[in-house]
């Protein structure tokens, strides 16, 4: 079975110019897992994870800095997502820019983006990443290190999930995970985290 060591990184920053934003660090240009994750009393506790093989750590999150200005992500309140409280503002637009739904709907979110603007902006501010980096250079979709992000995020996913209580219930929902298929050699993967994280163990051994 395959081995494999992780060392985290983080906590940094959403997106911008000031001290500890991921823009100013070295390991933005990093490939691997990231999480985001909100400082919770002594701990972290993780909303949302995500892979970026195919675009450095920073390209990506860049992305999913837009999706916040085009409708498409949930917005929460601010003030208690900070407290790891998920209390929606706006469902966000999941049709493709082709669907003839998805023009109302955009429609709809600029009409009410100035008053969901404050919650946005508060969200994004409680919000920290946790890199989980597993190549310095891009990686090609398929099979080998891509499939292996998938099934760590994925498996990070699951045990958030087992773990019960505010660790299962922060998760954001309806988030495709690609677990480990049959024809996947199992891999042992060991994920030494950068602060506490609810939910997992540090060092935290995933089989994946």
Not at 55 to 68: M, N, P, S
């Amino acid at each position: 079975m395959e081995s494999r060591d992780i060392v985290g990184l983080g906590p940094f920053g959403w997106l911008g110019d000031y001290p500890n934003s991921l823009s100013q660090a070295l390991e933005r240009h990093k490939y691997g897992v990231y999480l985001w994750a909100i400082r919770y009393q002594d701990q972290y506790l993780v909303h949302y994870a995500g892979k970026a093989m195919q675009r450095t750590f920073e390209v990506r999150l860049k992305e999913e800095d837009g999706y916040y200005y085009d409708s498409y992500s949930r917005i929460y309140d601010g003030a208690r997502f900070a407290q790891g409280e998920c209390v929606l503002r706006w469902e966000g637009n999941w049709y493709r820019k082709k669907d003839p739904r998805y023009t109302p709907k955009f429609q709809e979110f600029k009409a009410h983006e100035a008053r969901l603007a404050p919650d946005r902006t508060d969200m994004l501010q409680a919000l920290h990443f946790l890199l989980l980096p597993i190549s310095d250079q891009r990686v090609d979709r398929g099979p080998g290190l891509d499939r292996l992000a998938e099934r760590i995020e994925a498996t990070i996913w699951d045990k958030l999930k087992d773990a019960g209580g505010l660790a299962q219930s922060f998760r954001a929902t309806r988030i495709k995970m690609f677990r480990r298929r049959a024809n996947d050699p199992p891999a042992q993967v060991t994920l030494h985290l950068p602060v506490p994280v609810l939910g997992l163990e540090n060092p935290c051994r995933l089989e994946v």
